[in-house]
Nanobody
Framework: QVQLVESGGGLVQPGGSLRLSCAAS????????MGWYRQVPGKRRELVAD???????NYADSVKGRFTISRDNAKNTVYLLMNSLKPEDTAIYYC?????????????WGQGTQVTVSS
């Protein structure tokens, strides 16, 4: 069974920084991509950033230049460093992994961590 556990959320002032972490554990053969989505009540979940095999990365236009995604393959962990945070970044952040477990490839999700940007 695969589990994703997120950490690092919290309350921060505008212009501040946070680093989110998400560790995948369980019976994992290969991880093809890991990344982050976020969701505000009443709105659909949106992609923030993801990172692929070979360390190719992808960012939403709204966070490009402010956020940095990285990955530690040995620890099956993905990070999201968020700089220059804005109130509109407030959301629940969910990590995901595209991986193979027990012969099947699929997407797995964490339970989310709250990020609040407010003065």
């Amino acid at each position: 069974q695969v589990q994703l556990v997120e950490s690092g959320g919290g309350l921060v002032q505008p212009g501040g920084s946070l680093r989110l972490s998400c560790a995948a554990s369980g019976s994992i053969l290969s991880i093809y991509a890991m990344g982050w989505y976020r969701q505000v009540p009443g709105k659909r979940r949106e992609l923030v950033a993801d990172i692929y095999t070979g360390s190719r990365t992808n960012y939403a236009d709204s966070v490009k230049g402010r956020f940095t995604i990285s990955r530690d393959n040995a620890k099956n962990t993905v990070y999201l460093l968020m700089n220059s945070l804005k109130p509109e970044d407030t959301a629940i952040y969910y990590c995901y992994a595209d991986l193979t477990s027990r012969g099947a490839r699929g997407d797995y999700w964490g339970q989310g961590t709250q990020v609040t940007v407010s003065s």
